[in-house]
């Protein structure tokens, strides 16, 4: 093996100078999102199979998810829901090669951000 010099090594850059531009961020939080959706989808299974069990026990979980705690992880799934869907458009888009120029990205990236908020907002007062 090559006798080599580690010492004289340039490092590589990390988390300290570095900057998180909007598309690495709303990139990590659609991966995130879509891991909430599927704790949002096991929480109405875990519903859907109280009701199935009996009144008792549909009683403790409907409970549980009409409370203001069930609410607000409701709230996040659509929200997560919602932004998920917008994300996946924009992939869409990026995937026929359009708006890959960085401020067309900036502005997919807000209007994900934005939209997905007005929709959950749309969605929790249409129902």
Known sequence: MADVNRGNRPLSPHLNIYRPQLNSMTSILVRISGNALLVGAIVIVWWLLAAATGADYFAVVDG??????GDLVMLGS?????????????????????????DTADKMGWGMI??????????????
Do not use: C, M, P
């Not at 458009?89 to 708006?99: K, M, N, P, S, V």
């Not at 934005?114 to 129902?127: E, M, N, Q």
């Open 78 to 102: 659509l929200w997560a829901l919602w932004y998920h869907t917008l994300g996946g458009i924009r992939h869409l888009i990026w995937d026929q090669g359009y708006g890959l120029d960085t």
């Open 114 to 127: 934005i939209g997905s908020v007005v929709f959950t907002f749309l969605t929790v007062i249409a129902i």
């Open 64 to 69: 549980l998810i009409t409370s203001w705690f």
